[in-house]
Nanobody, 128 residues
Framework: QVHLVESGGGSVQAGGSLRLSCVRSGIAYRPYCMGWFRQAPGKKREEVAVFYTGTGSIYYRDSVKGRFTFSRDSAKNTMYLEMNSLKPEDTAMYYC?????????????????????WGRGTQVTVSS
C-alpha cells in the first residue's frame, strides 16, 4: 500500500523560507507523475509544482516561479519543495501527490483530482 507523508510546514514571516518533504513508501517503482498542490481556506486546491519523470520536466504555477523549487531524491523516495521569499498568499495546506499512470505524458495540474495517491498535508502559514 502506497503512503505519502509530508513534513516541513510551519509558520514564517513574509520573506522567509521553508522546505517541504514528502516521503513515499509501499512501492519502490518511481511514479510517472508527482507534485505539490495546495489549498487555502475557501479556495480550490491548485497545483504548485508538477514533475514528470519521463522527461524530467517540471511545471510551476506562475505565482511561485523563481521562488519555489521542486526536487527529488530517488534513493530516499522523497520529493521536496524549497520555498523562498514566501508571501502571505502562499498560506495554505500543502499536499504531495503521485501516480503511476502516464496520463499521456502530461501530468495533471489544476486540482489534481486525477492523482490516486495523496499525503495528508502540511500547513504553511506566512504572516505579513
Amino acid at each position: 500500500q502506497v503512503h505519502l507523508v509530508e513534513s516541513g510546514g510551519g509558520s514564517v514571516q513574509a520573506g522567509g523560507s521553508l522546505r517541504l518533504s514528502c516521503v513515499r513508501s509501499g512501492i519502490a517503482y518511481r511514479p510517472y507523475c508527482m507534485g505539490w498542490f495546495r489549498q487555502a481556506p475557501g479556495k480550490k486546491r491548485e497545483e504548485v509544482a508538477v514533475f514528470y519523470t519521463g522527461t524530467g520536466s517540471i511545471y510551476y504555477r506562475d505565482s511561485v516561479k523563481g521562488r519555489f523549487t521542486f526536487s527529488r531524491d530517488s534513493a530516499k523516495n522523497t520529493m521536496y519543495l524549497e520555498m523562498n521569499s514566501l508571501k502571505p498568499e502562499d498560506t495554505a495546506m500543502y499536499y504531495c501527490a503521485a501516480d503511476w499512470l502516464k496520463f499521456g505524458g502530461v501530468c495533471p495540474r489544476g486540482e489534481g483530482n486525477e492523482y490516486n495517491y495523496w499525503g495528508r498535508g502540511t500547513q504553511v502559514t506566512v504572516s505579513s
